[in-house]
């Protein structure tokens, strides 16, 4: 691996967590190389949140260690970006106060901030919203408001907590090309979290099957071939449909 592409990757080494006597992860481990986006999927409660929130230093793991560019993480930091499951928005700030705010923190000066939120505010579909305050949206529009916020400050690690999952299925397959435009464009680490098998063979360089709590890999899935292609012939490639039955499968009989 030359040095360009070992820089920004992250690398997750025998990480255990346990809250109290729940043992979330056991020795899980896993590269995420840059460029690419790396999915994980497995049952729910499997940890994959608490995985996420290691990496972003938000959370400490009980053993091993996440490193970023090389240096091991223990807090949050500029180069990390998060899209919470839950949206995390600040229910007192208005639409393009909570995109910006990611900005806010690193010293960007108002107007440009206010700039750049705008056009995240426009990219994900939200114009005309930018005053209102989080509880004046819908569920997928505040989804959409911690999309906007991620994206804005521009961080070489990507960590998105089933980001689509709020949002209805036209928004979802727009999302989804937008992303795949992302990877195609910006040399960034993408590590997602979905619960839609197709979503992680369509988007995805590698999947990650998880097992069930307590969790770590049981398999790693790469459907590059599928880049580059016409979502609507996508869904009738055979070798998607196979990829997809085949995580299917294994994602069954780890709960049978
Ligand atoms: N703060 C916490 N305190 C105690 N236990 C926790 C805490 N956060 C998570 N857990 C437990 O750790 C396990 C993993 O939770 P986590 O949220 O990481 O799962 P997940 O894979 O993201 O699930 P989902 O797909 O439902 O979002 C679960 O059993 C959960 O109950
Ligand atoms: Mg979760």
């Known amino acids: 691996m030359s040095n360009d592409q070992i820089e920004n990757a992250v690398t ?53 260690e996440v ?32 995109v910006a705010f990611g900005l806010e923190l690193r010293g960007v ?17 939200l114009t005309g919203f930018e005053h209102s305050f989080p509880h004046e949206l819908s569920g997928g529009m505040r ?17 998105m907590d089933e980001p689509f999952s709020a949002v209805d299925e036209q928004t979802r397959r727009k999302f989804q090309e937008d992303l795949l435009n992302l990877v195609k464009n910006e040399n960034k680490t993408f590590i997602f979290v979905t619960h839609s098998i197709e979503e992680a063979v369509y988007v995805s360089d590698q999947v990650a099957l998880l097992l069930p709590r307590p969790s770590r890999v049981s398999e790693i899935i790469k459907p590059s071939s599928f880049k580059n292609k016409d979502i609507n012939s996508i869904r009738k490639d055979s070798e998607y449909l196979d990829t997809v039955e085949r995580i299917w499968k294994s ?4 709960v049978e």
Do not use: H
């Open 251 to 254: 994602l069954r009989s780890y």
């Open 109 to 125: 000066n108002k107007s440009e901030r206010e700039s750049i939120a705008t056009k995240y505010i426009k990219d994900v579909g």
């Open 67 to 98: 490193l970023v560019n090389g240096q091991p993480v223990n807090k949050p930091g500029p180069d990390r970006a998060f899209v919470f499951q839950d949206f995390a928005l600040m229910p007192w700030a208005s639409v393009i106060r909570n």
């Open 143 to 159: 989804q959409r408001v911690g999309l906007a916020r991620a994206l804005s400050v521009d961080s070489p690690v990507l960590l």
């Open 12 to 64: 997750v080494k025998n990480v255990y967590k346990n809250y109290g006597d729940v043992e979330a992860l056991r020795d899980l481990s896993l590269e995420f190389p840059k460029g690419q986006l790396t999915s994980l999927l497995g049952p729910s409660g499997c940890g994959k949140t608490t995985l996420l929130k290691i990496i972003a230093g938000l959370l400490p793991a009980t053993q091993g």
